[in-house]
């Protein structure tokens, strides 16, 4: 059976760990010759290391999603390497608590800048170099960009703008027949350590009401793991996917269907 990325280039921001690692892993294993992007250059080294010690092709770099000149650099980078790219996953991503009484400004305008601006940046970058050939942009929101949550207030609102965001640009390229497809997946709760993380920092009344609602309100009865997600990807950055674009693929174990 064919490799379902075969011949095709693929870039994932925020691929050093969770979500992001789990889908480079998933791509390079179907061919694609894959590009690492994340701040924490070390993480995505290990991840590429790992994909070509498996046979698989892989690079790595340092890059921050906020930085907009670097993202034309690395771009030009990869169409200067490759003469082409097919797929970005817009994968980075931070959140930070805070409701929206007690969120202050800073923390507000650091999750936006990283979850919606870069998502921005990243897609129009990519329209820029897609444009002539083609290929899938997949930006990463959340079911918080569904449905709401008190206690994440600047997360809540930009995977909300990454949503809405992503239809617009979708629009954008099919009305010009620039053959770019564009779509977003919406994790639930992942076992990554952003989620983790973010149930920890939670103070002790918030963190045990979530606990109790990712045990009550999952039909599925469980967390996901990572390579579901990478899964859904997996999907929208191959061929099968040709007929999706401003779509929203929800891998929740149900959990918005309440």
Not at 150 to 161: I, M, V
């Amino acid at each position: 059976m064919p490799c379902r990325l075969e011949g095709k280039v693929a870039m994932i921001t925020g691929g050093g760990s969770g979500l992001g690692e789990a889908t480079a892993m998933r791509f390079a294993a179907e061919g694609a010759r894959v590009y690492i992007g994340d701040i924490r250059e070390e993480t995505a080294a290990k991840v590429a290391e790992a994909i070509n010690e498996a046979g698989g092709k892989a690079s790595h770099f340092a890059q921050d999603v906020c930085n907009e000149r670097q993202w034309g650099e690395l771009l030009d980078h990869i169409i200067a390497e490759q003469n082409h790219l097919d797929i970005l996953v817009n994968n980075a991503g931070i959140v930070i608590t805070g409701t929206a009484e007690d969120a202050s400004l800073e923390d507000w305008r650091k999750v936006t800048s990283v979850n919606l601006d870069g998502v921005f940046m990243g897609t129009r970058e990519g329209i820029r170099v897609m444009k002539s050939s083609g290929g899938s942009i997949i930006n990463i929101s959340s079911i918080e960009g569904l449905v709401g949550e008190p206690a994440t207030a600047a997360y809540n609102a930009s995977k909300g703008g990454v949503r809405i965001f992503s239809k617009s640009a979708a629009l954008h390229c099919a009305d010009k027949g620039y053959n770019i497809r564009i779509n977003t997946v919406h994790p639930g709760f992942i076992l990554t350590p952003m989620v983790t993380e973010g149930i920890e920092n939670m103070p002790e009344d918030m963190r045990l009401d979530m606990e109790q609602v990712v045990a009550q309100r999952i039909p599925l009865g469980h967390m996901g793991e990572p390579e579901d997600i990478a899964n859904g990807c997996l999907y929208l950055a191959s061929d099968e996917s040709k007929y999706m674009t401003g779509s929203e693929l929800v891998i929740d174990g149900g959990y918005t269907c309440k």
